[in-house]
């Protein structure tokens, strides 16, 4: 299992084809969840290339299950306050462990910020649900740690019921049919176009880099 913290992470290239951010609040195609909603819409933003890819995958499920989007673009700040919040956390449980495996343990559920696939736009966190939007089981909770699932949030966790590894079955097979990759800790977290679906794939650099949302709206209203 490849973690966000693993050098060849980060020794990725990092290359920006200027591809632009979609807002899913003007695509109805994709049903949007709010319960990550920021006021300056962050959460509903994504490289127009991953949205082709979930629009690819949602094809891809069966009759009756849509995808049901959670978060995607997130801001460096916000990345940095879960990471060091998590991080935390873990130091006062486990004040025993060295800073090594304390760095190691929280990257299984928040990525660094330097690699962070959600500040490029390419990463998102979703789930399945019917067509009323009502989700399906998926073992856990989205954003259940590994520290209070007991591992269940990793994807290929053996612990979880024959229901939901059917349903993350079909997630696998969607979304990685579509071309995208998991973090294999969560399995509610896709991407494409960042460093870790650049080492996964075997890409010589990544197509997106990390984003200022607020530069780019700036820089937007000026042209």
Request: charged share 25%.
């Amino acid at each position: 299992m490849i973690l966000l913290s693993d050098p060849r992470v980060a020794a990725v290239p990092s290359a920006d084809d200027g591809e632009e951010l979609l807002d899913l609040r003007e695509l109805p195609e994709l049903r949007l969840d709010d319960r990550a909603a920021d006021p300056a819409g962050a959460y509903a933003r994504l490289r127009a290339g991953v949205v082709d890819r979930l629009l690819a995958a949602q094809r891809a499920l069966p009759s009756g299950i849509r995808l049901l989007v959670v978060e995607g673009y997130r801001p460096y700040q916000a990345q940095l306050a879960i990471f060091t919040g998590y991080r935390d956390e873990l130091r006062r449980r486990h004040p025993d462990w060295s800073p090594e495996r304390l760095h190691r343990e929280t990257t299984k559920f928040v990525s660094p910020v330097e690699v962070a696939p959600h500040s490029t736009g390419g990463a998102v966190d979703l789930t399945l649900c019917t067509e009323d939007g009502v989700e399906l089981d998926l073992g856990t909770v989205i954003d259940a740690t590994p520290e209070d699932s007991d591992d269940a949030c990793f994807t290929d966790a053996p612990t979880i019921g024959a229901t939901a590894r059917r349903h993350r079955q079909i997630m696998v097979g969607a979304l990685g049919g579509a071309g995208m990759v998991n973090y294999p800790t969560e399995w509610w977290h896709w991407s494409y176009g960042e460093r870790y679906w650049a080492l996964m794939t075997g890409a010589p650099h990544t197509r997106y880099g990390p984003v200022d949302l607020a530069a780019r709206a700036i820089g937007s209203r000026a042209g």
